[in-house]
């Protein structure tokens, strides 16, 4: 039998994904376009993209804020962008929080050939999820 009196909580990041875009109508997140690969933007601009983070915990992660951030790391391990820092709060074990990062990647970082970065839900210094994603240096026709 578990002991649950010494729990300061658990959060768990239970959902990385990429996309295009988001919209908010009504309260709800829309993702549009999930992106399993990155591609330059067509128009030679900066390449625009999210990141949607759900965090969810126990009943014991409540009644405080847990700092959260959303860092990119290229395939070395050098991190190359972060947002900014979210207060996590989480109001009970079946309500989720979820946090949306923008970043956009410079035209010449798809120089070279294909890449891979990396991108990590960090919460309190701590890599709860990550997913590798794919940059490719042109559109196949």
């Given at each position: 039998?578990e002991?649950?009196?010494?729990c300061?909580?658990v959060?768990e990041?239970?959902?990385?994904?990429?996309?295009e875009?988001?919209?908010?109508?009504?309260g709800?997140?829309?993702?549009?376009?999930?992106?399993?690969?990155i591609r330059?933007s067509?128009?030679?601009d900066?390449?625009?993209?999210?990141?949607?983070?759900?965090?969810?915990?126990c009943?014991?992660a409540?009644?405080?804020a847990w700092?959260?951030?959303?860092?990119i790391?290229?395939?070395?391990?050098?991190?190359?962008?972060?947002s900014?820092?979210y207060?996590?709060?989480?109001e009970?074990?079946?309500?989720?929080?979820?946090i949306?990062?923008?970043?956009d990647?410079p035209e010449?970082?798809?120089?070279?050939?294909?890449?891979?970065?990396?991108?990590?839900a960090?919460?309190?210094?701590?890599?709860?999820?990550?997913t590798?994603?794919?940059?490719r240096?042109r559109y196949?026709v």
């Amino acid at each position: 039998m578990e002991n649950h009196e010494n729990c300061e909580g658990v959060v768990e990041c239970t959902a990385l994904v990429l996309a295009e875009s988001v919209a908010e109508l009504g309260g709800r997140l829309t993702l549009f376009g999930i992106l399993d690969e990155i591609r330059p933007s067509r128009n030679g601009d900066d390449t625009s993209f999210v990141v949607y983070a759900k965090f969810e915990g126990c009943e014991h992660a409540t009644d405080r804020a847990w700092q959260a951030r959303i860092v990119i790391s290229d395939d070395e391990g050098e991190v190359m962008m972060e947002s900014a820092d979210y207060s996590v709060w989480i109001e009970g074990s079946d309500e989720p929080y979820t946090i949306v990062a923008a970043f956009d990647l410079p035209e010449d970082y798809f120089d070279g050939g294909e890449k891979v970065i990396w991108v990590e839900a960090v919460l309190e210094e701590e890599t709860l999820s990550q997913t590798a994603i794919r940059l490719r240096d042109r559109y196949n026709v």
